[in-house]
């Protein structure tokens, strides 16, 4: 079992920056090998994914984050981050850490969440 703790969300205006922080409870061997991603859930919507980070370090975005947000992680501390610059109103949500191998056997895990929100 694999445990995610989020951490670094919280209240920001319009313009600001938040990092948020995913640590996941595995060994050092077993991070490096996953595709770590960030997803978002808002009220009254499904959870979308904002943006994947391979065991390469290959990145992708969703369009409405490209030129804002950054994934990176760091395999040393079994940490993925977000930086998340120019917030906007409607990146207001619930952002979920989800962790993965990407080889077989498959698995997944998700972590508790961590609210942002985006207000003046």
């Known amino acids: 079992q694999v445990q995610l703790v989020e951490s670094g969300g919280g209240l920001v205006q319009p313009g600001g920056s938040l990092r948020l922080s995913c640590t996941a409870s595995t060994s050092g061997s077993i991070f490096e090998s996953t595709v770590t991603s960030w997803y978002r859930q808002a009220p009254g919507k499904q959870r979308e994914l904002v943006a994947g980070i391979s065991s390469g370090g290959s990145t992708n975005y969703a369009d409405s984050v490209k030129g804002r947000f950054t994934i990176s992680r760091d395999n040393a501390k079994n940490t993925v981050y977000l930086q998340m610059n120019n917030l906007k109103p409607e990146d207001s949500a619930v952002y979920y850490c989800?962790?993965?191998?990407?080889?077989?056997?498959?698995?997944?895990?998700w972590g508790q969440g961590t609210q942002v929100t985006v207000s003046s």
């Open positions: 989800n962790l993965r191998s990407s080889t077989f056997p498959f698995w997944a895990y």
